[in-house]
């Protein structure tokens, strides 16, 4: 007789509970895991500075079309948004200011980022989830080579440093985008705008943005190796990898805009 079936749901469910709950602190654990060796391994030679520079070649390359339309578009449609609202207070002239503020503060390092996710992030997860489940990973170190330094490591510091890059980049465009929009509709020179732009951006301003766009590409780096170094089951596991690479990368940065926004505020006030 099958015991099984004399076992209430609920017990049933409450056995298989801790199972799941120690599956959730396992993989809590390999993540911690996998981030210092990242760690103990990123800062210690030798170093793959070719590598590095060429990581840092693709992601940039595989993200500039897109970001700068992206910012481009961005800059226009913020700016046509904005100056209703303003025009309702006669406070057009502060569009500039306004424009300037919002880009390098929060928009142009959080689409930066999730542009970065889509397609930096998925390209991470499935070159490396396709390195895995052939097995190029096994025969690199079995031919005494490290295979955590040359690809996880130098894709992780890429991403962390390009995506900065990137963010400042996006800044500049977007605020192209903003000029063309404010020069067909308002009587102000490209001079008098970025002046008065410029003027409204603090330090503080430049440290907050740098560190989001930093924080927010070493999560991409990071979250995309992670998926991909870990992957199994064939082709499905590639395309898991990068599918979770992209999910759980936007996730993060979203968290961690919410955070950062919080604890850069407390130096505003």
Not at 169 to 198: C, H, I, K, P, W
Request: glycine share 8%; proline share 3%.
């Amino acid at each position: 007789m099958d015991k099984t079936a004399e076992t209430p749901a609920h017990i049933r469910k409450e056995v298989k509970a801790p199972g799941k709950i120690s599956r959730m602190f396992l993989s809590f654990y390999d993540v911690c895991q996998f981030v210092t060796r990242f760690f103990k391994e990123g800062f210690l030679p030798p170093y793959e500075g070719k590598e590095l520079m060429r990581q840092c070649y693709d992601i940039g390359y595989r993200s500039l079309a897109l970001i700068s339309l992206t910012g481009f578009i961005t800059g226009i449609v913020f700016t046509k948004q904005s100056r209703p609202s303003l025009a309702e207070f006669g406070a057009t002239s502060w569009l500039p200011s306004l424009v300037g503020i919002a880009l390098l503060r929060t928009l142009a390092p959080l689409l930066t980022s999730l542009i970065a996710a889509g397609k930096v992030g998925s390209s991470i997860g499935a070159e490396l989830g396709s390195m895995r489940v052939t097995e190029q990973i096994d025969a690199m170190e079995v031919s005494a080579t490290n295979p955590f330094k040359f690809l996880v490591t130098t894709r992780v510091l890429a991403a962390t440093i390009t995506i900065p890059i990137l963010t400042f980049y996006t800044a500049m465009v977007g605020m192209l985008g903003a000029l063309l929009n404010v020069s067909l509709f308002e009587d102000t020179s490209a001079r008098a705008f970025f002046q008065m732009s410029l003027e409204s951006i603090t330090f503080l301003d430049i440290t907050a943005s740098t560190v989001k766009a930093i924080l927010f590409g070493f999560t991409i780096g990071i979250v995309g190796c992670y998926q991909g170094y870990n992957s199994s089951k064939g082709t499905e596991g590639v395309g898991k990898a990068a599918n979770s690479a992209v999910v759980i990368g936007m996730f993060l940065i979203f968290v961690e805009e919410i955070i950062s926004v919080q604890f850069f505020s407390l130096f505003r006030t």
